[in-house]
C-alpha cells in the first residue's frame, strides 16, 4: 500500500509562485506513474501533471503548460509540484496520486492519493 501526503498548498497573489510537495511511502515498487491532479468547488478531479521516477513519461495539461513543473527528488520518495506564474482559475485543491500505468492522465489509473493541498490565488 502507497501512502502520499502532500504539504506547499496557501494563498498566492495572481502571478505568484508555490511549490507544492509529496511524500511517497509504502510499497512503491509497482508505481509506474506519479500524478497531480486538481478539484475547484463544484467541478471534477482534474489532470494537472505527470511523471515516472526517472523523469520520464512526462506530461502537463494544455492549461499549465510552460507554467508548471513536475519533478521527483533525489531519493525517490517525493514529489514537487513548481507552480509559477500563478491565476485566479489555479485554484483549487491539488492531489498527489500514485499509479500503475506509465504516462496516465486519467484519475481512474491512479491508486492511490493524498488528502490534497489548498491552493489559493487572489486576483
Known amino acids: 500500500q502507497v501512502q502520499l501526503v502532500e504539504s506547499g498548498g496557501g494563498l498566492v497573489q495572481t502571478g505568484g509562485s508555490l511549490r507544492l510537495s509529496c511524500v511517497v511511502s509504502?510499497?512503491?515498487?509497482?508505481?509506474?506513474?506519479m500524478g497531480w491532479f486538481r478539484q475547484a468547488p463544484g467541478k471534477e478531479r482534474d489532470f494537472v501533471a505527470v511523471?515516472?521516477?526517472?523523469?520520464?513519461?512526462?506530461y502537463y495539461a494544455d492549461s499549465v503548460k510552460s507554467r508548471f513543473t513536475i519533478s521527483i527528488g533525489s531519493a525517490k520518495n517525493k514529489v514537487y509540484l513548481q507552480m509559477n506564474s500563478l491565476k485566479p482559475e489555479d485554484a483549487a485543491v491539488y492531489y498527489c496520486?500514485?499509479?500503475?500505468?506509465?504516462?496516465?492522465?486519467?484519475?481512474?489509473?491512479?491508486?492511490?492519493w493524498g488528502q490534497g493541498t489548498q491552493v489559493t490565488v487572489s486576483s
Open positions: 496520486a500514485a499509479g500503475r500505468q506509465y504516462g496516465s492522465r486519467w484519475a481512474s489509473d491512479f491508486d492511490a
Open positions: 509504502g510499497r512503491t515498487s509497482s508505481v509506474n506513474a
Open positions: 511523471t515516472d521516477w526517472n523523469g520520464g513519461n512526462l
